[in-house]
């Protein structure tokens, strides 16, 4: 059982209409992730008997900055009116974190978690930076608006937030559940998850098993770090929360300072 910790988020938003996600629709997508990150969404009943006795709790919360960078007071949302229609995924979408690109300039990535709301293009729900391999002005999760928080602009299948839940899950280093290759000798580098051959889209029905994982219960499609839509991702595994609570308590700790 890990002590519960708290990380400031700053929310970005950025649209040719940024008015079009409300601080209320900003603020289901924080309760979303406390809600996954607690291990204490509703839904979390509907996991397969098979896999209960592998729901991990990281006790990780996460709340609106109060403070800028400057110490003055905010609400942790910031809204950049953009002329770009939407925003490409190369280099981590990079340009919407950059005013000069028509974007918003990160806050201080060692104390906030920078959250880009905007138009991906090509269909992507999401994008993330690992700890290593981004400088920190590009740290953080970028979330197109349509699959973003519950309410508001985001719209089903991915209206239950989360997209940002398995995009911080990469922002603490979980890796795809089936390791981003086919290989079934590939994997994502977690002990309690099963092989997986590749990514599951929509929600089949459980057990379903593959090549890498061929008897039942399978593979594990409810998982965060899968692709099936947001009613059918429900759960972290107890070794996925440990390898997220050490990026914590390592490469990302100052965020808790
Ligand atoms: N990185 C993934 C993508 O956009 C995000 C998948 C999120 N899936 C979901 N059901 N919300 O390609
Ligand atoms: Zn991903
Ligand atoms: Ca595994």
Redesign the pocket.
């Known amino acids: 059982v890990y002590p519960t910790v708290t990380i400031p988020v700053v929310v970005h938003i950025v649209l040719k209409n940024p008015s079009l996600v409300t601080d209320e629709q900003v603020q289901s997508q924080i309760d979303a992730l406390n809600r996954d990150y607690s291990a204490s969404a509703s839904d979390i009943s509907s996991v397969p008997n098979a896999w209960k006795p592998r729901i991990g709790d990281a006790q990780i919360q996460f709340c609106l900055a109060q403070r800028t960078p400057d110490d003055n007071p905010t609400n942790g949302i910031e809204r950049v009116t953009t002329t770009r229609t939407s925003f490409s995924v190369s280099n981590s979408a990079s340009a919407v974190k950059h005013v000069a690109s028509g974007g918003a300039d990160a806050w201080n990535s060692s104390n906030y978690l920078n959250i880009w709301v905007c138009s ?1 293009s090509d ?6 930076t690992f700890p290593d391999g981004y400088p920190a002005n590009e740290q953080g999760v970028v979330i ?1 608006y349509t ?1 973003f928080g519950t309410t508001g602009s985001a719209v089903a ?2 209206n ?1 937030g ?2 940002t ?3 911080v899950g ?1 922002y603490f280093s979980l890796r795809h559940i089936w390791g981003d290759e086919s290989a079934c000798a590939v994997d994502d580098g977690i002990d309690d998850t099963p092989l997986q051959g590749t990514y599951t889209y929509n929600c089949p029905r459980f057990p379903l098993t593959d090549a890498c994982s061929v008897d039942s219960p399978g593979i594990m499609f409810n998982n965060f770090m ?5 009613a ?2 429900l759960l972290f595994t107890s070794d996925q929360v440990d390898r997220m609570r050490l990026t914590l308590s390592e490469d990302r700790a100052s965020l808790l300072s």
């Open positions: 991906l269909n992507y729900l999401g994008i993330a197109t699959g299948p991915f239950m989360r997209t839940v398995h995009e990469h899968d692709y099936s839509d947001d059918c991702m």
